[in-house]
């Protein structure tokens, strides 16, 4: 029954999103909804590393830096990423959310969170098939990839909102004060430490 349901809002992330992130939201389903977004993160970047070119490029990156990374450090330093990353954003946005007045508690916005990054499987198989295509490959590539980026920040945002029963425009307040703290801060904090450091 678990699994099925499972197999429901995986199905209705891409059909009925509205409604399937509120279910969710309110399901709770934190662990299976870490597992999700884990498998889809690893199939993503094995796909990326199975990518011919990706492949060639990233050796070719290597043999230039003198260096060589084992295949599966890299791969769990990726995973290691998108873990952080995940727990990282949902707490900035939860925070922001609170702060905004929403009522929803933190594990309930991690699984709609985590369930609005499942359409980005279907970059899979195009980012294995890309590597086939030469330059045709590389555009279709980065076009799907594009289009999936928007639709997935679109469930995110989402996902705020059903998660706790912001308005549309203070949702889209709270994502976009999210990528400030997350973006802005470190860049602004990079660029201050090249001008003490390395003065013009």
Not at 112 to 127: E, H, L, Q, R
Not at 153 to 179: C, D, F, K, P
Request: proline share 4%; hydrophobic share 60%.
């Amino acid at each position: 029954m678990v699994f099925e349901q499972i197999i429901s809002w995986l199905h209705g992330i891409l059909t009925k999103p509205v409604l399937t992130l509120h279910e969710i939201a309110r399901g709770k389903p934190a662990n299976a909804a870490f597992l999700i977004y884990l498998g889809v993160t690893m199939l993503s970047v094995l796909a990326s590393l199975y990518n011919e070119q990706s492949m060639e490029a990233f050796q070719d990156l290597m043999r230039g830096a003198n260096m060589s990374i084992p295949f599966s450090v890299i791969v769990a330093a990726s995973l290691l990423v998108a873990i952080v990353s995940i727990f990282l954003i949902t707490v900035v946005l939860h925070l922001l959310a609170r702060l905004f007045k929403g009522s929803g508690g933190y594990w309930n916005f991690f699984s709609a969170y985590a369930f609005a990054n499942f359409p980005m499987i279907i970059g899979v198989p195009v980012t294995l098939l890309s590597g086939f295509l030469g330059a045709a490959g590389d555009i279709l590539a980065g076009l799907v990839s594009f289009g999936l980026s928007i639709w997935v920040l679109v469930l995110q945002v989402i996902a705020v909102r059903e998660s706790y029963g912001l308005s549309t425009g203070a949702s889209i307040w709270v994502y976009i004060l999210q990528l400030v703290i997350l973006i802005g801060v470190p860049l602004l904090v990079v660029i201050g430490l090249f001008a003490v450091y390395l003065p013009f």
